[in-house]
């Protein structure tokens, strides 16, 4: 038996926030991951996060506020998101930007993403982000870090209230007390098989992704104790993600996952009969279901030396350059001969294109109706530069963005709408957040504002 104020169950991005934070407030800690390493999908992702009205934007000429990101959250959401927690984030994003920094966290230019009318991605390399964050918590004395030890179920007094957790670890279960309560901090449910059968059987074509140890542990055990749950119908895959070595269509193994979205600097996208399929410029998870009903759930991005010259070398989905060098893109001096590199019709494709092309021209998109590169933001551009490139990807679910009900002090709530006494959480395993759909870049923003509110509730 071990005691500690505060247990932080999950050593991804949210728990280690919320264990520094504890620390701060004076706390002692026990923060404890069930593999071998921390970062679970943190460590995976493309480490980009969004942040609203900071300096790196106006020095790169863009106008943002709390206000519009507030907007394009509510919006990716399908009007879903609980406005009381996206209140959370807008009054937790510019500190949580400034606290990152301070633990030591680099971030990279800033970048247009998915479903924001500004380029506000803040990219991060995701191992400098943990191996920053985890450096902080290995050095601070009130915090113990446990690893390879798994939460299999919370610990309730007679009143219901959590008093801690039971670990499975390789020397036999290992009880923990928590006096001030607990936080999970699992992830999310994507490496749990059974769990997305049940809540996502629509996604069973897509390949699934991050981290090993996210098979949904935290949400079954706040389930067994009554837990409700939020936008469990709205588990969607991701649209971009490296076919490796097509044809063969070996999914990217763990740790490879690779995310390249040239759609959003003016690349269009076609399925294997060389036609295109969508509006680019839509949300990523909408081209992820559109393209799972495509033939064999493939796409291709194609785009052209123009779009090339965009590269950014970062950990970002815009690191064309880098999947390039990868063996993940294909280059070709014509739209003829890149067709034939991947096997596509070449007089489809170069009529696929030629007719893009004339439609850009005549400032319409016949096809589709796309008047931007994403979300209203950018002028379509003709891809008419050679060399060309092309993408093989497909549908991904990288993360689940569902789970527990929370208020907005991070605190679970029941079924019946009362919390459950000591019981927080906090991250992808919280519900409620992004509804329907996902502003690219929240889910990293959202893991660590809700991981320091989620802590500071505990302790007030
Ligand atoms: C390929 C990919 C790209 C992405 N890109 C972005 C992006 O650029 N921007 C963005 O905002 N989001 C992105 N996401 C989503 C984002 O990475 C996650 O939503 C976020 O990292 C979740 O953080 P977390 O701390 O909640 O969970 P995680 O970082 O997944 O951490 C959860 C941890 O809990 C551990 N755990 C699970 N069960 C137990 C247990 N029983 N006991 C103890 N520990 C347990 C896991 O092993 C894991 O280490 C991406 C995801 C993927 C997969």
């Not at 799972?292 to 070398?313: N, T």
């Not at 001969?337 to 007719?355: F, K, M, N, S, Y």
């Amino acid at each position: 038996m071990t005691d500690t104020d505060l247990l932080v169950i999950g050593g991804g991005l949210a728990g280690h926030a919320a264990a520094l934070e504890a620390a701060e407030f004076g706390a002692s800690v026990l923060l404890v991951e069930k593999t071998a390493a921390v970062g679970g999908s943190t460590l995976q992702s493309s480490g980009s996060f969004a942040f609203a009205g900071t300096q790196a934007q106006r020095d790169a000429g863009f106008e943002d506020s709390p206000e519009e990101i507030r907007t394009d959250i509510v919006a990716a959401s399908g009007g879903l998101a609980d406005p009381a927690l996206v209140s959370v984030y807008i009054e937790g994003q510019a500190q949580a930007y400034a606290w990152l920094k301070a633990h030591g966290v680099h971030f990279h230019p800033v970048t247009l993403s998915s479903n924001q009318a500004v380029p506000r991605t803040h990219a991060t390399q995701p191992m400098q982000l943990m191996t920053a964050l985890h450096a902080k918590v290995l050095a601070d004395e009130r915090i113990e870090f446990v690893d390879n030890a798994a939460a299999r179920r919370l610990v309730v007094d007679p009143e219901g209230k959590v008093t801690g957790a039971v670990f499975e670890t390789g020397q036999g279960n290992w009880e923990v007390r928590a006096r001030r309560g607990v936080v999970l901090a699992t992830g999310g449910f994507s490496q749990n098989a059974e769990l997305i059968e049940k809540f996502a059987p629509r996604m069973a074509r897509a390949l699934k992704l991050g981290g090993s140890g996210n098979t949904g542990d935290g949400l079954l055990m706040a389930w067994k104790l009554g837990a409700d749950m939020v936008d469990m119908a709205h588990v969607n895959g991701t649209f971009g993600i490296s076919l490796n070595h097509y044809p063969d269509m070996r999914a990217p193994a763990a740790g490879e996952a690779l995310l390249r979205l040239a759609i959003y600097r003016g690349g269009i996208a076609v399925n294997l009969e060389a036609r295109r399929f969508a509006d680019e410029s839509i949300s990523y998870k909408k081209l992820g279901e559109i393209c799972l009903d495509q033939p064999r759930s493939i796409g291709f991005q194609i785009w052209d030396a123009k779009i090339m010259a965009q590269s950014v070398p970062a950990p970002t989905a815009t690191d064309f350059e880098g999947a390039l060098a990868l063996g993940l893109v294909r280059r070709a001096d014509s739209i003829h001969w890149l067709a034939q590199a991947v096997g596509l019709d070449p007089e489809i494709l170069t009529g696929t294109v030629c007719r893009y092309n004339a439609d850009v021209a005549e400032g319409r998109d016949s096809v589709f109706g796309r008047t931007s590169l994403g979300r209203g933001w950018g002028k379509l551009v003709p891809i008419d530069k050679p060399p060309f490139f092309i993408y093989p990807c497909t549908t991904g679910v990288l993360s689940t963005y569902c789970g527990v009900r929370v208020t907005p002090r991070m605190e679970c709530v029941d079924v019946f709408g009362e919390t459950i006494a000591n019981l927080y959480a906090a991250g992808e395993i919280v519900g409620g957040f992004h509804g329907s759909g996902y502003m690219s870049g929240s889910s990293l923003s959202k893991s660590v504002i809700f991981g320091r509110v989620a802590a500071r509730t505990a302790l007030g």
